[in-house]
């Protein structure tokens, strides 16, 4: 049987450890409000009825795993808090069904890519799966350190549903320069949220167009993000406009294209550095959507360059914003993490409007996670299929039906009634802005070109620079770091 936790491991908590420990802001000293009980009917992560059934997480077995997994031991990396909680459940489950043995090594977050470079330098075979994030892949496979999954995909076609996976989502986490290395396992993408409530009051509705010319409706232009942002600027009432997650951290930087990537005119592959190493960061379209960025925050609370994770989801969760980016997560819909839960209302990010009068919208996958597969590995088949099973459906509804914190990024996932039951309406945001998803940075190198970004963006953030002067830098100190490579 599967070992069950008694309660959910939350998403905060999860993205908390991640972040690590952050400055203190106005915001987050103050105390959170007590969450409201469970309303009758109203289905959250942990309730019996929202899970798999052991006969369903049965038929998600892969059959040659079964046949390939008997009297096998794996050894599996995972980073700290929720990223390891469904397999660590699964290990009983996997014992008595394929007669597999998994030993789960959990790191701490901060410690992972340096434990698993040590690991592949060494050329050692201890570890059969490994999760990362995305970022790294191109490095790792450029080096040699993880295998091309392209001949298991192939292999195993008939046992596993690729076809399933959101497009956006298995490209932009697991391929890299049109291959597979990776296995899907988390499904991270920013969704745009904002408050029902205010939206569909009347009294802010009229004020709204006697004073802007249109209707307070569901803002499709980050242009009209910026006029709603002022309309629903009120501090003297503890309302602030817009919130956004601003710490000097690489994935802020997901944050803020979600604004930039719409403005660009030409083609691209993420409007940062593409698969092949260049540059597609547009001069254009960093002033415009950056001054637009920097407009926006005129709106947000006090120390919003502080923010991180757990500061812009409490502003969220418990109305301090009208409205904000945030990572599609079912956190949102739980009473007992969000006391605005049944007034936040979400949909496609928003973007730039075009010629055509069509909208350009760029959600960013930010961050994410795959699993995969060092070269150096011993059971790779078996590896691969075990990868499998954790993306299927019936383990992708456990995983975030029990609240670890992995989101789905299957299609069929995202439309089964149980996860609808605790997604409620975010489900078909999450799935829509999946599809569209734009990946993070592969290349080796991934790093110090965050690394880079971050630090001019948050100088331009902190009024040290203007929105040019930023991107001249930028692209510096990227020459100087490819040059490295």
Known sequence: MIKRSHWLVTLSVVMAMVVGILAPTAFAQEPTPTPVPIPEGVKVVGMPEVLPTQEELKAAI?????????????????QGGGDSAPAVEMKDFLRENVGLEIEIDVIPPESLREKQLSVFTAGSSEYDLMELYPTWIGEYAEAGFIENLDPLYEKYAAEINTEDFIEGAQVGFDKYQGSWYAVPYDGDVNIFYYRKDLWENPKEQEAFKAKYGYELKYPDTWEEVRDMAEFFYRPDQGLWGFGTLALRTWWAVDYWANVYRPHIVAEVQNGLV??????????????????????????????????????????????????????????????????????????????VKQADGSIKRKPALAVGKAL???????????????????????????????????????????????????????????????????????????????????????????????????????????KIIKEEQ
């Not at 709106?299 to 989801?313: A, T, V």
């Open 62 to 78: 892969p059959p040659s795993l079964k046949e390939l997994g008997q009297g096998k031991k794996l050894r599996i990396m995972f």
């Open 274 to 351: 593409n698969d092949q190493g260049e540059f597609e960061l547009d001069r254009d379209a960093f002033i415009k959507g950056n001054d637009l960025y920097m407009e926006l925050m005129k709106f947000s609370p006090e120390g919003i360059l502080n923010w991180g994770y757990p500061e812009s989801k409490e502003a969220l969760g418990n109305g301090v914003v009208a409205m904000s980016m945030q990572w599609a997560t079912s956190v949102f819909r739980d009473p007992r993490q969000s006391s605005y839960w049944d007034r936040l209302g979400c949909g496609l990010m928003p973007g």
């Open 372 to 478: 995969v597969i060092p070269t150096a590995a011993e059971n790779k088949e078996v590896a691969f299929l075990l990868a499998h099973f954790f993306a299927s459906k019936a383990m992708q509804i456990y995983e975030t039906n029990t609240g670890s914190g992995i989101d789905p990024n299957r299609v069929s996932v995202f439309e089964d009634q149980r996860v609808k039951d605790v997604w409620g309406d975010l489900a078909g945001c999450a799935m829509a802005n999946l599809e569209l998803g734009v990946p993070d940075i592969k290349v080796p190198g991934a790093a110090a070109y965050y690394e880079a970004l971050i630090s001019e963006l948050h100088s331009s953030w902190a009024g040290e620079q203007d929105s040019a002067t930023a991107y001249e830098k930028v692209m510096e100190r990227w």
